[in-house]
């Protein structure tokens, strides 16, 4: 009796495996038939849909890849702890197949991206790209700076230029094919250097004139002191007694040489009156 209750036992154990190994069977094929489905809808319409729509789709796609690994990860799993010749064999298939949608997954990936690049980033971000390598090119031919005003507008103008690329670049970044990806980032990576390297350029250049015409003012002021000293000790008159020369300004009642004396009192009467009896 305890033998056949052992075996019973068994059995129920063994129907239970089988039960529970064919249904992560019939998961793994739902998510597979999901997957292939998926795959070759995007396939077809990678180069016509449009933007709103392929990127749903891929969405989409995703979520079913998702999926389809973990189906195969339980459904391996569960064959290995049968541990059977048959389970053993059967998860060497599942492991193969798995791999191949690995690398269709891949494949439909770079079919999607190709085509969201050439149809809809390409046509956003390059015009934005030859705006800012345009204006960055006229920064580096301009050879006089009328003022430092005017180099910090166009610092600003190139700033503004390559931050509104890049903004683009981001936001598209999860999108592009790798190879479009990276030439693109060099570029703005190249130019945000160019511009910060000729910033630095037109500071030390106002720096430096500035310091030449400090220096200018300088001499001029010095040369004109100098100049004017030399020019008073030539007109001063000779000096013998070494005392300081006597004030040429003389007290509102003294005579001028050459002319009249006025008496007292009699400041604000005509000349004529002077002296003659009224």
Same mark, same amino acid.
Request: a negative charge; hydrophobic letters at 35%; one cysteine or more.
């Given at each position: ?38 795959? #070759?809808?995007?396939? $077809?319409?990678?180069?016509?849909? +449009?933007? @709103? =729509? /392929? ?5 989409? *796609? ?92 166009? #610092?600003?103008?190139? $700033?503004?230029?390559?931050?509104? +690329?890049? @903004? =683009? /670049? ?5 999108? *592009? ?102």
């Amino acid at each position: 009796m305890a033998g056949d209750k052992e075996k019973q036992e068994s059995s129920a154990k063994l129907a239970e495996e089988e039960e529970m190994l064919g249904e992560l069977k019939r998961e793994r094929s739902g998510a597979q038939s999901a997957f292939t489905r998926k795959a #070759n809808i995007l396939t $077809r319409t990678a180069n016509s849909s +449009t933007e @709103e =729509k /392929l990127k749903a789709e891929w969405d989409k *796609f995703g979520r079913e890849y998702c999926n389809l690994i973990s189906a195969n990860t339980d459904y391996i799993e569960a064959l290995s702890e049968a541990d059977t010749e048959a389970s053993r064999q059967q998860a060497n298939n599942v492991e193969k197949m798995a791999e191949d949608c690995d690398q269709r997954f891949a494949k439909v990936e770079q079919e999607v991206k190709s085509s969201l690049w050439s149809r809809f980033a390409l046509l956003e971000l390059a015009p934005l790209a030859r705006r800012a390598e345009r204006a960055m090119d006229q920064a580096e031919r301009k050879v006089k700076r009328e003022t430092f005003g005017l180099c910090e507008r166009q #610092n600003n103008y190139l $700033r503004e230029s390559i931050d509104k +690329t890049n @903004e =683009k /670049l981001a936001s598209w970044k999860a999108w *592009f094919p790798v190879a479009h990806a990276s030439e693109l980032e060099e570029r703005v990576v190249s130019l945000t250097d160019l511009r910060e390297s000729l910033w630095l350029q037109w500071e030390q250049e106002f720096s430096d004139s500035k310091s030449r015409a400090e220096d200018r003012h300088t001499a001029n002021v010095a040369e004109w002191e100098t100049a004017t000293r030399s020019e008073d000790s030539v007109n001063a008159p000779p000096n013998p007694s070494g005392e300081p020369p006597a004030s040429t300004e003389r007290s509102a009642g003294s005579a001028q040489p050459g002319s009249a004396s006025v008496p007292p009192g009699t400041a604000g009467r005509s000349v004529g009156a002077v002296g003659v009896p009224q």
